[in-house]
């Protein structure tokens, strides 16, 4: 039988969240992917869980990531977006990129990006 470890919430996500900030990700960014992946286990997806923060904070170490900045967004009409997320990392980029869509959707029916 295995021990298990138990972490409060509190403290894991402090913990993501300062490894991917040393990592050169600014607070907003840090705190989204912190979000995310603590979500990922929460919700039972344990591969795309906090299990991912060694390769999210070497992206970000190395630079392949970025930890500042934003989307930029190349062309837009009322239902269809074009962004260049310029290396910023996917878990930062993506629930921004949702949130646009859902507007695009409640005012035109369908949202693109």
Not at 73 to 99: I, S
Request: glycine share 8%.
């Amino acid at each position: 039988m295995q021990n298990q470890v138990r972490v409060s919430f509190k403290a894991l996500y402090v913990w993501v969240e300062q490894c991917l900030q040393l990592a050169g990700a600014s607070n907003e960014i840090a705190a989204t992917m912190a979000d995310s992946l603590i979500a990922g286990d929460l919700l039972g997806f344990r591969t795309h869980g906090v299990r991912r923060l060694p390769y999210n904070v070497k992206q970000l170490a190395t630079g392949k990531a970025r930890g500042n900045g934003e989307p930029m967004v190349l062309k837009e009409r009322a239902a269809v977006a074009h962004w260049d997320a310029n290396h910023l990392p996917g878990l930062y980029v993506m629930p921004k990129a949702v949130a646009a869509a859902i507007k695009m959707a409640q005012e035109c029916g369908t949202g693109t990006l």
